[in-house]
């Protein structure tokens, strides 16, 4: 059997390392457009910053690693066409276009930077940030610059506009929408960290569109806003977002839904022998009962192995998601699981919320930290989401409430849960008890 896999990102690449585990004879290729297999993509920021000393630190495996796991890895490759009745690709190597026929095919296409449409996003300096390459070219042309604008301010805004500050420019973090991080902070959550950003000195722009950049001999100088104020920016990076690569799904005749390629629990897609996984799939959501995207490095890491089950004969699915986050920008913490409060009211759930600042140590322990919990229930009592914020210990809390979530536990239950405690590391009664015990006082 040969399985032919079109994108090197952690979908693809995860897929053919856990198919090779189950199977040793099945013939795998990986075809990528990029020039570097197996990197970390989110841990650009901190190269940007100079947390990780080197972009040469965040690959994690070579060309000459894969071939001797028997795996073909094809860099620089544009596959350009798709023929599910022939079981066929067609794609371009240094100028020669071939074919390659396939047994399975597996699309891990993932998404392209969404442009947003205003005037000045040709000038030079003006990048998005997605492969290795984009991150070497942004540090090179930041090392020039006095200051930097970013635009989207999501988990990867974020960090990239700490990393700027820490390189010593002055910085701009602007989003169109009232708050930062909407899609996994509620508003309340997402000003404790708008107000530690502006600490840092980061000049944070929310509820204004950028209208035009403005240039000088081709090189951006300005960002100019939709109220008609202007911010300096010798650089701008666009991180509004991804948008799924579609254009070889719909070639081969897969069935798109809102956002994405549509597969099953075994991440089949509708064509016989054609797979999806990564950004480019819709994911079911555990809470609604719906699709939704998932573009997260652990939900492609996850479908990968679930793929590399269904092909090499075994059972396996691909569970709901519930889209758990966390992320570090400077001494805070930050992280969520499941709906917001404002997402869970756009989709007519009632929400009732419980929200308590608590410690990450015992009061009297040296250095103990405030950690500041949103818990949202349902109607039932029945948890539906968490927001924490902290200097510490927070992504171990995410994991705790997702499996909560996941078990489809109540407030009631989790605040009779047992949880260990030293003085070191927690407090008597976890901040997580504490906050669901706040919420089940809103209940009879």
């Known amino acids: 059997m040969k399985v032919v896999i079109v994108g090197g990102g952690a979908g693809g ?21 990029d020039n570097q297999v197996s990197y970390s993509p989110c841990a650009i920021p901190y190269v940007l910053s100079d947390r990780i000393h080197s972009f ?12 001797a796991k028997n795996i073909d890895v094809m860099l620089e490759t544009e596959v350009t066409g798709v023929d599910s009745a022939k079981k066929q690709i067609t794609y371009s190597k240094n100028g020669v276009v071939q074919t390659m026929n396939y047994d399975k095919l597996v699309l891990a296409t993932g998404g392209s930077p969404f442009v947003p449409p205003m005037k000045g996003v040709d000038l030079d300096g003006v990048f998005k940030i997605r492969t290795l390459d984009d991150g070497k070219q942004v540090k090179e042309w930041a090392e020039n610059c006095k200051s930097a604008l970013v635009t989207g301010a999501g988990l990867i805004g974020i960090e990239i506009a700490y990393a700027f500050k820490k390189m010593g420019l002055k910085v701009t973090l602007c989003e169109m929408l009232p708050q930062i991080v909407p899609r996994s902070l509620d508003p309340d959550m997402a000003k404790i960290l708008t107000d530690y950003l502006i600490e840092e000195g980061i000049d944070v722009v929310l509820g204004q569109p950028i209208t035009e950049l403005k240039g000088e001999d081709g090189k951006v100088k300005k960002a100019v806003f939709e109220d008609g104020t202007e911010a300096d920016a010798d650089m701008v990076i666009l991180a509004t977002g991804v948008r799924a690569e579609l254009n070889l799904a719909k ?7 809102r956002w994405a390629i549509l597969v099953n629990d075994r991440m089949a897609t ?55 986050m966390v992320s570090k920008v400077g001494k805070l913490e930050f992280g969520a699981v499941g709906l917001t409060r404002s997402f869970a009211q756009q989709n007519s759930i009632k929400a009732v919320v419980g929200k308590v600042e608590a410690l990450t140590r015992a009061r009297y ?69 504490i906050a669901v015990e706040e919420v089940s006082k809103k209940f009879n």
């Open 13 to 33: 690449i995860s897929t053919a390392s856990n198919l090779r585990k189950l199977d040793e004879e099945v013939e795998i290729v990986v075809l990528t457009r």
């Open 365 to 433: 322990y040296p250095n103990a930290k405030p950690m500041n919990v949103k818990v949202i229930c349902d109607a039932d009592g029945t948890i539906i989401g968490c927001q924490i914020i902290a200097e510490e210990r927070v992504a171990e809390r995410i994991d705790t409430m997702t499996l909560a979530i996941t078990q489809e536990l109540t407030c009631f239950e989790l605040s009779n849960m047992e949880f260990a405690y030293a003085p070191p590391v927690s407090m008597v009664t976890d901040p997580l008890v």
């Open 251 to 257: 070639m081969a005749g897969c069935d798109c839904g």
């Open 270 to 324: 509708t064509v016989p022998d054609v797979y999806a996984v990564g950004d480019c799939v819709e994911s079911y959501s555990a809470i609604l009962r719906s699709n939704t995207v998932s573009q997260l490095g652990t939900t492609a890491v996850r479908q990968a192995k679930t793929l590399a089950q269904t092909l090499a004969g075994k059972r396996s699915r691909f569970n709901p998601v519930l889209n758990s």
């Open 56 to 67: 040469d630190d965040i690959v994690m495996r070579t060309v000459d690693d894969y071939k």
